[in-house]
């Protein structure tokens, strides 16, 4: 089943006189138009406008239908989607009709200012008076159309089929629409609007429901499922179960008969290029680059750790020059001499030169000053920097015992800050010498070094696997050497045990009633126990891991074929997302089994998709119990006539699941007779044009004259008589 469009501008407009009626179909999907009298219509688009923006001008244009694919590219459509004049199935926007109106008869070939011939157009089954009345306005006031007429589509396409011997005089039609569904019966060739039934689901929402099966299954590839590429496959794919319950456990269970009723749709795949391994020679030349970029890094530092020693040189010969000067100069002039050079005092110069000097042989990797010397330096600083420190209480006010205990304090910070510092400056002297020697090593023997890195780091990381293994799942096994299905208690460590028991301890209750807790000294004494100075070493940072880092680096530099095997554990316990794995051909295999027949099955149960209604088989008995009359023949005659039209009906399984589910509503023995429509596509423009084709056809029609004089009143009660046809 397929719907196509038909937009070449006819040429023949003028041979027709204007006593001959124009018939359009005004479906909420698609728009037809054509002669009265002629078996097909001339004119058929879908029934939406659009106003994108020329990409290069900026001007909006107005697209009427379906887009050419070729011609969308020069325009920007993102912030302008396809619009219908259409609230379900009741034309609520006429400035969009107005836009169809004006494609569709300039696409049959009117190029006057006025349509001068009359218009049969249909409607949806009690279609409001204010929309009919909008649209009566719009042909009269706008194209200057001499009369217009009004009809359901259904009906006309019932009629037509009873013309052709499809159905009987009395019946029932069932129209699932585009956006509705509407089931209509027939009582003497003429429908019974009191008796009609509608539900809001039609062959959109089975299209949309599709799109959102598909594009929640396949996330990656939701930009492909559009609504076009959605209604292809549902005209394509989809058909309707005889039992639903049945046919979704065949899908679960994954039988024979399932499997054949799958489909697939493959997606353009590339498959990504495969890169081959390094060849040893490949491996030999990056090796030997690495290796010339090392010496080139190595020789720049060596001149920047030169030119640096030089600078510290001249400084502590300037600075020694300085001291000299100093010392030849009298007492009352130093202050003077000092203030030029930028220095305060001469304990300030003196603790320069000893810093200098002190860097100057950290940078020639020599060993520091004495310690004595350092403390006697430090100890003359103190006893001029903190002169209250050593001077008794008993010989001090009270406002210099204040800041002696400043000075106390000071002095403290102080020692402290040098002790650390001096700390750091022994490991970072160790570190180079320690990198001295395994450079010196490695360029003695490298096979030998680089073996023995490899054995260092695989002990290590051996060690850091199993800390890590044991903070998981705990130290405990049972007796099996299985270390998986612990509890909480089993992962923490002793230290942390200990503080939960102290703190269950803490908590309980022992007084019966009473909080005794922190009555006695002892109490509190828990504090200290749970504080967090008293954890285990696996809080603190891990040696270990330090040494792995350092031997990873150190690896990376003189062996090109190493891969650090520890990278996926930090990477995922850093919250980072893990790496995904490359898309597959498989991966672009677009599976539409269960969809199939569940999309569709909407028509039956709108619950479905959230939708409080009845479905096709109970719209016919619910239009049954509308009739005025309780007549059982009556009723005989309905259900053994009734016709299926609209686009949905093409559904494969339609007349078989409505003859089942009417059968379950109607007594044993009912005579139930689902018939299809000759085209339920095109049946009701057909019908229309041979309606608007019989000579009384204005009779039904109506004037602008008889428009303004007789009012929406009468237009309420307006309806043409089908038994004409």
């Not at 909420?28 to 290069?56: D, L, T």
């Amino acid at each position: 089943m397929s719907f196509g469009s038909k937009t070449r501008t006819q040429t023949d407009y003028n041979l027709f006189p204007p006593s001959v009626p124009i018939v359009i179909d005004n479906g909420a999907s698609y728009f037809r138009i054509g002669w009265a009298g002629e078996a097909e219509p001339r004119i058929v688009f879908r029934n939406i406008v659009q106003r994108p923006r020329h990409k290069a001008t900026g001007e909006t244009v107005t697209i009427v239908g379906d887009q050419d694919p070729a011609m969308m590219k020069f325009f920007d459509c993102t912030r302008s989607g396809p619009r219908s004049a259409f609230d379900s199935n009741v034309v609520y926007q006429f400035e969009i009709m107005e836009y169809i109106l004006d494609f569709a008869f300039d696409r049959l070939g009117a190029s006057g200012s006025a349509i001068d011939h009359p218009i049969l157009i249909t409607e949806c089954v009690c279609n409001p008076v204010q929309s009919r009345s909008k649209m009566a306005e719009l042909l009269f006031e706008t194209y200057g159309v001499p009369a217009v007429a009004f009809g359901v589509d259904a009906a006309f396409s019932y009629k037509y089929n009873q013309r052709h011997g499809k159905c009987l005089k009395d019946g029932i039609v069932i129209c699932p629409g585009f956006t509705t569904t509407h089931t209509i019966p027939f009582v003497d060739g003429e429908p019974v609007y009191k008796g009609s039934c509608r539900t809001n689901i039609g062959g959109y929402h089975v299209t949309d429901y599709l799109k959102q099966l598909l594009s929640l299954k396949y996330p990656f590839h939701s930009s492909r499922f559009t609504w076009e590429k959605a209604e292809e496959l549902k005209l394509e794919h989809c058909y309707i179960a005889p039992d639903y319950i049945s046919e979704v456990r065949k899908f679960q269970e994954g039988t024979k008969e399932a499997e054949e009723k799958t489909r697939y749709w493959q997606l353009p795949w590339i498959p990504p290029p495969i890169e081959a391994p390094p060849s040893e020679e490949e491996i030999a030349r990056k090796a030997a680059i690495r290796e010339k970029q090392g010496q080139r890094l190595r020789e720049m530092a060596e001149a920047k750790r030169s030119s640096k020693i030089n600078e510290m040189e001249n400084e502590l010969h300037s600075l020694h020059f300085l001291v000299k000067q100093l010392d030849q100069v009298e007492e009352d002039d130093i202050p003077s001499f000092l203030s030029d050079t930028g220095y305060t005092s001469r304990q300030e110069l003196e603790s320069t030169v000893s810093k200098v000097t002190q860097a100057l042989r950290k940078a020639r990797g020599e060993p520091k000053d004495e310690p004595d010397e350092f403390e006697e330096n430090t100890d003359s600083l103190n006893n001029e920097k903190y002169p209250l420190i050593n001077v008794p209480d008993n010989m001090l006010t009270p406002e210099q015992l204040k800041d002696k205990k400043k000075q106390l304090f000071l002095k403290t910070t102080t020692e402290g800050r040098l002790r650390a510092r001096q700390k750091r400056n022994e490991e970072e002297m160790e570190k180079e010498r320690r990198n001295q020697l395994e450079e010196e090593r490695r360029r003695e023997n490298p096979e030998f070094y680089l073996e023995e890195m490899r054995a260092q780091y695989k002990e290590v990381l051996e060690r850091v696997e199993q800390k890590k293994r044991l903070k998981t799942n705990g130290s405990n096994t049972n007796g099996n050497q299985k270390s998986g299905n612990v509890g909480r208690g089993e992962r923490l460590s002793a230290a942390k045990r200990e503080r939960m028991r102290l703190l269950t301890t803490a908590a309980f209750d022992r007084g019966k009633g009473e909080d005794t807790f922190g009555a006695k000294d002892e109490d509190w004494q828990l504090y200290k126990l749970m504080s967090k100075d008293h954890d285990e070493d696996d809080e603190r940072p891990d040696s270990d891991e330090a040494e792995l880092a350092r031997l990873s680096s150190r690896l990376q530099e003189i062996d090109p074929t190493f891969e650090q095997k520890a990278e996926e554990e930090p990477s995922q316990a850093s919250g980072e997302a893990p790496r995904v794995r490359p898309l597959t051909e498989e991966d672009y295999k677009i599976v539409i089994g269960v969809e199939r027949f569940r999309c569709p099955e909407i028509l039956f149960h709108p619950n479905l998709v959230g939708i409080d209604q009845v479905g096709l088989d109970e719209m016919v008995g619910a239009s049954i119990r509308r009739l005025p009359d309780d007549d059982k023949e009556l009723e005989e005659r309905l259900t053994s006539s009734i016709l299926m039209s609209g686009g949905c009906s093409l559904v494969p399984g339609m007349k078989e699941r409505l003859e089942c589910g009417i059968r379950m509503i109607r007594p044993c023995g009912s005579t139930i007779n689902v018939v299809q429509a000759k085209d339920p596509v095109l049946d009701a423009w057909r019908g229309a044009s041979a309606f608007a084709s019989e000579l009384n056809f204005l009779g039904n029609a109506f004037t602008k004259k008889d428009y303004y004089e007789k009012g929406e009143e009468w237009l309420r009660k307006y309806q043409i008589q089908y038994n004409t046809l």
